[in-house]
């Protein structure tokens, strides 16, 4: 008989898998939760303080696209109004870098920023990690295939 080319690893093994598999963001991948809040909140107040770059602006931008998709999905659909208008305020501040090559935000926008972001909190609290990484995956599709994407350089 051959000897085995590769190393045995084991499988992983749940210990609890309804809460691995079926639970929230919260329980089982705190961690993930935290990084990902601190890299959105993180863009976000970069933003405000007026040091905001354009990896700043994209980070809020997939954010609230994955919120959106999110709340197509019934999963926060309560904040849908918020969500759009977080985007309408991520695109008037899009027109603005184009021209002026800086992210600067109005006060409105700012606030309905704000208003967004904490819906999108709200939503990954209380979702699968796989309904998060499902989202990311349409989000990248609908940017990569042009669908209901909105190129700002075009509409100024």
């Known amino acids: ?25 919260s329980n089982q991948h705190a961690d993930e939760l935290r990084i990902l ?43 849908r109004q918020d969500m759009l208008a977080a985007r309408d305020a991520l695109e008037s501040c899009g027109k603005r870098i184009v021209k002026t090559d800086r992210v600067i935000l109005t006060g409105d926008e700012l606030k309905a920023l704000n208003i967004g972001i904490a819906a999108h909190d709200e939503q990954l609290e209380n979702v699968r990690y796989i309904d998060i990484d499902r989202a990311d995956d349409e989000v990248s599709r609908r940017v990569r295939h042009h669908i209901n994407t909105t190129d700002v350089r075009k509409t100024i």
Do not use: S
Not at 1 to 23: C, H, I, S
Not at 58 to 79: P, S, T
């Open 37 to 79: 809040n601190i890299k959105n909140h993180g863009a976000l107040a970069a933003i405000a303080q007026g040091n905001g770059t354009r990896d700043d602006w994209d980070a809020v931008v997939h954010a609230i696209n994955v919120g959106n998709i999110l709340c197509e999905r019934g999963i926060g659909n309560e904040y």
């Open 1 to 25: 008989m051959k000897k085995p080319r590769k190393a045995y690893k084991p499988k992983y093994v749940a210990k609890n898998p309804m809460a691995t598999f079926f639970g929230g963001m």
